[in-house]
């Protein structure tokens, strides 16, 4: 198993535009989280998935976001309409439940730079 | 609601001094915590976890002792090396705050030869 892995690793897009970002987890994992972390900062929860559904959503995802993991299995994240404060690492993590401590297993990261 | 509240850094040390980072934290329930580093051009691993009270998780010479009467998980290891620079993330995972864990603002460690 070659662990999480996110597609692009960097972005750089104009404001206005919309990114879709990709997140493979680690195969027999069925959590799947996103995060967002800005600089000096630890990583902001986004999101969860436990296999396909969205179980839990943060307030700072706002309507401009939205995520899927159709099947359970690989996941995206999809900006509409980018504004500069949506400048960020996005990171992608996953876990497999094991009944405490939920371990978490994280991919490299996306960066997204909106001029 | 749940927060983790880490010591600032920067921390600068020589090779083989001794590191402590505090690490406090409020959580509702009975949570989890972990220890994460993030090395220079890498993504965030865990680097250990205790999960009930008086637990001590360790790793690579680490260790963090959960404290439930003090709320507090301080990273410590004995002799460090150039090779632990990085950024050190605390965290907790509550299972009655929801399925996010919750990780303090990370502190940066300078390790010089």
């Known amino acids: 198993d070659t662990g999480v892995s996110q597609d692009p690793r960097h972005k750089i897009t104009k404001r206005g535009q919309n990114v879709t970002f990709r997140c493979d987890p680690i195969?027999?994992?069925?959590?799947l989280y996103w995060y967002r972390q800005t600089l000096g900062q630890g990583p902001e929860f986004l999101t969860y998935f436990q296999n396909e559904a969205q179980l839990e959503k943060s307030r700072l995802l706002s309507d401009r976001f939205s995520a899927e993991r159709p099947k359970g299995s690989f996941s995206t994240l999809e900006i509409q309409r980018t504004e500069q404060g949506d400048s960020a690492m996005y990171l992608c993590?996953?876990?497999?439940?094991?009944?405490?401590?939920?371990?978490?297993?994280f991919g490299p990261g996306t960066r997204l730079t909106v001029t | 609601g749940n927060s983790v509240t880490q010591m600032e850094g920067p921390v600068t040390l020589s090779e083989e001094a001794f590191l402590t980072i505090n690490c406090t934290y409020t959580a509702t329930g009975y949570p989890s915590l972990f220890w994460y580093v993030q090395y220079p051009g890498e993504g965030l691993q865990l680097l250990l976890k205790?999960?009930?009270?008086?637990d001590k998780g360790s790793n690579k010479g680490f260790e963090a002792t959960y404290r439930k009467e003090t709320t507090s998980f301080h990273l410590e290891k004995g002799s460090v090396q150039v090779s632990d620079s990085a950024v050190y993330f605390c965290a907790l995972s509550d299972p009655t705050g929801g399925f996010k864990t919750i990780f303090g603002a990370g502190t940066r460690l300078f390790v010089k030869a």
């Open positions: 195969s027999e994992h069925n959590r």
């Open positions: 205790a999960t009930k009270a008086d």
């Open positions: 993590a996953s876990s497999s439940f094991r009944g405490t401590g939920d371990e978490q297993y």
